[in-house]
Antibody
Framework: QMQLQESGPGLVKPSETLSLTCTVS??????????WGWIRQPPGKGLEWIGSIYYSGSAYYNPSLKSRVSISVDTSKNQFALKLSSVTAADTAVFYCARVETAPDVFDIWGQGTMVTVSS | SSELTQDPAVSVALGQTVRITCQGD??????AGWYQQKPGQAPVVVIF???KRPSGIPDRFSGSSSGDTASLTITGARAEDEADYYCNCRDISGNGNHWVFGGGTKLTVL
């Protein structure tokens, strides 16, 4: 059974870059029908799609974050990663990684989420 | 990017039926998914492709869609259905490669 697990620092200073990794276990990240996505949820607020990546490296980003976001994939490690630059307190959130099935369209497997706080 | 609009909060009496709606232009083109999120937990998909239910999801959960509105219906609500519910679909303004989530609906079971 496939599982996803987020990892990375829980505290990031303002203006620095937030970096998280999602490790996929129990299956290959190179499946053709899957994208791999990042979603965030500020405390007490709703879900926001950050971006998604295909195993080939093709990535798509939320236009509101595009200038600060980069998502990469490492098929040899079965991982994909998120970088969010120039963070502020408004970026404090629980960050989830998820598998996106494209046939049918669904975010069907989620990591447990990791809380990242932006504070000096 | 386009938006998906949900009512912030809905309540239902125990055992009754409740409908949660999601409205947006992207729903005219793309299928909706619905996700249940309980406090401190990751979201779980309860409906995908507008009407399909993943294995393990009780059949009291059903979905429908018409025009620019998708709906999640819970028939015979139980106390454990109290949660936040989010809709999502591909974003029509992103040529189908972007995604968007609704703002979420907090369901209270009375």
């Amino acid at each position: 059974q496939m599982q996803l697990q987020e990892s990375g620092p829980g505290l990031v200073k303002p203006s620095e870059t937030l970096s998280l990794t999602c490790t996929v276990s129990g299956g290959s990240i190179s499946r053709r029908n899957n994208y791999w996505g990042w979603i965030r949820q500020p405390p007490g607020k709703g879900l926001e799609w950050i971006g998604s990546i295909y195993y080939s490296g093709s990535a798509y980003y939320n236009p509101s974050l595009k200038s600060r976001v980069s998502i990469s994939v490492d098929t040899s490690k079965n991982q994909f990663a998120l970088k969010l630059s120039s963070v502020t307190a408004a970026d404090t959130a629980v960050f989830y990684c998820a598998r996106v099935e494209t046939a049918p369209d669904v975010f069907d497997i989620w990591g447990q989420g990791t809380m990242v706080t932006v504070s000096s | 990017s386009s938006e998906l609009t949900q009512d912030p909060a809905v309540s239902v009496a125990l055992g009754q039926t409740v409908r949660i709606t999601c409205q947006g232009d992207s729903l005219r083109t793309y299928y909706a998914g619905w996700y249940q999120q309980k406090p401190g937990q990751a979201p779980v998909v309860v409906i995908f492709d507008n009407t399909k239910r993943p294995s393990g999801i009780p059949d009291r959960f059903s979905g429908s869609s018409s025009g620019d509105t998708a709906s999640l219906t819970i028939t015979g609500a139980r106390a454990e259905d109290e949660a936040d519910y989010y809709c999502n679909c591909r974003d029509i303004s992103g040529n189908g490669n972007h995604w968007v989530f609704g703002g979420g609906t907090k369901l209270t079971v009375l």
